[in-house]
């Protein structure tokens, strides 16, 4: 099973970013642009703490010192207007926190919006190129990052930002010749922050690949426990997994490493620029130059320790907004993929058919289907009654282009007939139907449905022509009654009890705590392997198909239980065209045609008795001279 692309996470993270803004913006403008002018009064409202000490100093409490009768009267004014800054400030803090939780969440829910509606639209090649531990961990691990930005991140990366640009005004306003010093520093903060937070962030997106292949991994083995415990299998796993885990433990631990040395680093940094800048000022304030009084320094001094803080918070969140983007291209890779391409334009449609033969669409269900095929060239339209005749013309595939799995392959199942495929494991049995059903696509010759060229017919409606009843049963947490009628969306109840009763499941249904209300979850782990498998045949049936194809449904389930199983599954195939795959010859002995392939070619054909007769490859496999693998 190959895994998900991991090139290009690096590559265009300015052009991820851009896009994840959009979501920012373009869904929530409004809140946004106001919780950008919050963080600003925010920003406003905590460097006043620095600059005001400056006025506070030389205009108010030093000319105060020394008076006899001190008023106090402006200095409380002053205080009062200050008191006022920091409200706003706090007004401000309160509201864009709240509001980026509300554009956080929204954001999350459009995505996971995004990425679902996508997965419904992908081909299934995609699924089975992809681990499903893997795009779990879009859902989880990936989107998750995203709310830590979209929540802390870019709110107090902005707060920073912020503060830095008012910060530095408000020293050059103070004194031109200490921010000389200022800019210096600013420098190598840029260069260290650079430096180590490149290192930082690769293993960080290091990190996020490896945390996907680890969860990918525990979600296989976590499904095939008891495969692994057949075969004592707990120690390689173990060792797998440890392999994984200390990839991830490398990866984490240097990227951490790196983040937890911004912070000493850039404190130690602004430390140093502190000592100097005391130094700095109190030399020039001695020589009287530049106009550097004590309430000058005082506000200086608290504005360098300002000025180096936003790059620490800068630093700590860096990190974070890398994960972030390396999760989101992880998730916009997906939702970039290209959908399940559908060119057909004929459609299954409800129709009636007159005295003289003639068919005729309407809206009102009648029991009777039709093909409906507009024609290009002159602007007909033309119907023909679905009957579920399908046929193969020297029709060859492969998944890749490479490795071709089906070869120059020609059979016809007439509408009502029963044909079966034997052969060996990847002998192509499976892949055939795949095709049927257009999972996949020919790469030469063709496939008609009905006489219509499937490509042409429209795959939600193909399918919807289609029932299909595999060897792994998937049902869904819900009512036994919901599971059936998963078939058909729209089924009465009493369809479902038909249903049911042809599968030969209505009586072990009833038997149930609360019947065809009983529900069951986990993929229904509380019922037995034949249970769910009618609970399958049952699925198909509410659907009424006319074409039925069987994926060897009775090959895990026990000889007794194959009877039960088999007896619904007649009762499901009266009246319709039937292909079966089976590894149990004595399940298709009454088929009207049987299929022997081999390395993707047709080695025999003809009915039980017939190929019997010839003493080839199915005589020796069913006189058991010859075993399936």
Not at 17 to 40: D, E, N, S, W
Not at 531 to 553: G, K, M, W, Y
């Amino acid at each position: 099973m190959s895994k998900a692309p991991k090139v290009g996470v690096t590559r265009n993270t300015l052009k991820t970013g851009k896009r994840l803004l959009k979501y920012v913006t373009g869904t929530y403008k409004a809140q946004f642009i106001l919780v950008f002018v919050c963080i600003l009064i925010s920003a406003v409202a905590t460097i006043s703490v620095s600059l005001s000490l400056k006025f506070l100093l030389d205009d108010f409490i030093i000319p105060l010192i020394g008076q006899q009768n001190p008023n106090f009267t402006e200095l409380y004014t002053a205080l009062a207007v200050l008191g006022s800054i920091f409200l706003c400030g706090v007004v401000a803090t309160f509201v864009y926190s709240r509001l980026m939780v509300k554009i956080g969440q929204g954001v999350l829910k459009r995505v996971r919006d995004e990425m679902f509606e996508k997965m419904q639209r992908l081909p299934i090649r995609y699924f089975d190129q992809n681990t499903n531990g893997s795009i779990m961990s879009l859902y989880t691990n990936d989107t998750d990052t995203l709310r830590q930005m979209i929540n802390q991140s870019i709110p107090q990366m902005l707060m920073a930002f912020f503060t830095v640009l008012v910060t530095f005004i408000s020293m050059v306003v103070l004194s031109p010749l200490l921010t000389i010093l200022a800019v210096v520093m600013i420098v190598v903060l840029l260069l260290v922050t650079r430096k180590i937070g490149g290192n930082s962030g690769k293993f960080f997106v290091r990190q996020q690949m490896d945390l996907a292949d680890i969860t990918g991994f525990a979600e296989e083995r976590m499904n095939g426990q008891r495969v692994v415990k057949i075969f004592n299998h707990e120690k390689k796993s173990e060792e797998e997994f440890d392999a994984l885990n200390e990839k991830l433990f490398q990866s984490a631990s240097k990227a951490n490493t790196f983040a937890n040395m911004m912070g000493p680093i850039i404190g130690n940094i602004g430390n140093l620029q502190f000592v100097l800048t005391a130094v700095l000022g109190g030399f020039l304030s001695v020589l009287g130059v530049g106009g550097i009084t004590l309430g000058v320094m005082a506000s200086y001094l608290q504005f360098t320790k300002s000025f180096t803080q936003p790059f620490m918070q800068i630093a700590q969140q860096f990190n974070s907004v890398v994960m972030a983007l390396a999760g989101a291209e992880r998730i916009f890779h997906m939702i970039d993929e290209e959908p399940e391409v559908d060119e057909g334009y004929v459609q299954l449609v409800n129709a009636k058919k007159a005295p003289n033969g003639t068919i005729t669409e309407c809206k009102e269900r009648t029991g009777m289907w039709a093909w409906k095929h507009p024609h290009q060239a002159d602007g007909s339209v033309t119907y023909t009654e679905l009957k579920g005749d399908v046929r193969f013309f020297d029709m060859t595939f492969g998944y890749t282009d490479d490795h071709m799995v089906l070869h120059d392959i020609t059979l016809y199942a007439k509408p009502g007939q029963k044909l079966a495929f034997v052969g060996s494991t990847g002998a192509g049995k499976t892949t055939i139907t795949n095709l049927i059903n257009r999972f996949y696509d020919v790469q030469d010759g063709k496939i008609r449905y009905d006489g219509i060229n499937i490509n042409k017919i429209k795959k939600d409606d193909l399918r919807r022509s289609l029932g299909i009843v595999l060897q792994d049963t998937h049902l869904f947490t819900g009512t036994i009654m919901d599971n059936i009628r998963y078939g058909k969306l729209d089924a009465t109840d009493e369809e479902v009890f038909k249903a049911a009763k042809l599968a030969n499941a209505d009586q072990f249904i009833r038997m149930l705590p609360d019947g065809y209300q009983t529900v069951i979850s986990g993929d229904g782990e509380e019922l037995s392997q034949g249970q769910r498998q009618l609970l399958s045949i049952a699925r198909a049936a509410v659907a009424d198909p006319p074409v039925l194809i069987l994926d060897e449904a009775t090959s895990s389930i026990d000889t007794r239980t194959e009877q039960i199983v088999q007896k619904g599954m007649d009762n499901l195939m009266k009246g319709r065209t039937v292909f079966v795959i089976a590894h149990r010859l004595s399940t298709i002995r009454n088929s009207d045609a049987i299929m022997v392939l081999e390395h993707g070619r047709i080695i025999e054909r003809g009915s039980h008795e017939e190929l019997i007769a010839q003493k080839g490859t199915y005589y020796q496999l069913y006189t058991g001279k010859l075993e399936l693998d």
